[in-house]
């Protein structure tokens, strides 16, 4: 009731609070399509929370539409802002040319980001990725 009245008044915090209750069934009935509204709302406010959460939505098309370019433009804007998960999936998704140009270097650009501030999972995907990277360049013949 009370993330409903202040999410309506516009504040960005308590509009993502509202998104993830109804991604997630707490409190009300789970409900994608609701929960990226709200997401929307804080988002375009600039919240890099909602920015995370409303890219997660779109590449996985809960709520809308799966969208991959929209998903990495939401992700660019909380990493912008440092947003760690957001930096560690745009550069999986920069890493798999998904809604943005495949580019290895942009990849390990955002997973060190993200891993040098202790995001684990970035830290692993920087590792895989220098492994994968390593592995390509050995078994690829030189001219």
Do not use: I
Not at 5 to 21: E, V
């Amino acid at each position: 009731k009370w993330y409903q009245k202040a999410a309506g008044h516009g504040f960005a915090r308590s509009q993502t609070n509202l998104g993830y209750m109804y991604e997630t069934g707490r409190g009300v009935e789970r409900d994608y399509a609701e929960a990226a509204k709200w997401y929307l709302k804080a988002a375009e406010q600039g919240f890099a929370p909602a920015q995370n959460h409303l890219a997660m939505m779109y590449y996985s098309g809960r709520g809308v539409s799966q969208d991959y370019r929209e998903a990495a433009r939401w992700y660019r804007e909380a990493a912008e802002q440092g947003n760690l998960y957001a930096q560690n999936w745009l550069g999986f998704m920069y890493e798999r040319g998904q809604g943005v140009p495949q580019d290895y270097s942009e990849a390990m650009r955002l997973y060190k980001g993200a891993a040098e501030r202790g995001d684990a999972a970035a830290q692993y995907r920087a590792a895989t990725c220098t492994a994968e990277a390593s592995a390509s360049s050995a078994t690829t013949p030189r001219r």
